[in-house]
């Protein structure tokens, strides 16, 4: 890409890299290396995201975790604990959304790290929104995505009522 990479810059890859598998990193960097749509050297958060789409921890990427956020009281929200660790360490920015957002990935993206090193499985809670015509569709969506199970989505709302799937 035409970039000389310098001592710091290498370092800060290292950090926000490791726990990858080595071989994992190679087809990452491959893949987007072949992207004709990747016109400049990629940043560790886009490698981590195309090892995401390679070998999925469970875990969300930065993109689907920051969408995932609550951004309404009155909502309900299906999240892992690791949103909602790097939420809390952003909330007080909300006022200032690209702020909060920055704030959230660089948070996200560590702990993530820590999970995939460590081999830590997401555990998803969900946070019951005020409105109680917009819990239903969030978790029927998570017992779908076999983010949570039918009994937990029974025991806060009773009167969910679940279709098996064909």
Aim: charged share 25%; net charge neutral.
């Amino acid at each position: 890409y035409g970039v000389v990479i310098t001592e710091s810059r290498l370092i800060m890859f290292a950090e926000d890299l490791k726990g990858v598998e080595i071989k994992l990193l190679v087809q990452a960097i491959l893949l987007l290396r072949k992207n004709s749509e990747v016109k400049f050297m990629p940043l560790p958060a886009q490698i981590l995201s195309v090892v995401d789409k390679i070998n999925p921890c469970g875990h969300p990427d930065v993109e689907e975790a920051w969408a995932l956020c609550p951004k309404d009281e009155r909502k309900t929200y299906v999240l892992t604990t690791l949103i909602m660790k790097a939420y809390s360490a952003c909330h007080a920015l909300m006022h200032d959304e690209i702020a909060a957002r920055m704030a959230f990935k660089e948070v996200y993206l560590k702990l993530l790290l820590q999970d995939r090193y460590l081999g830590i499985e997401p555990v998803w809670h969900i946070s019951l929104g005020h409105d109680l015509s917009l819990r239903e569709a969030p978790v029927m969506d998570a017992v779908e995505k076999n983010r949570i199970k039918i009994g937990y989505a029974q025991m806060l709302i009773p009167n969910i009522v679940f279709k098996p799937s064909t």
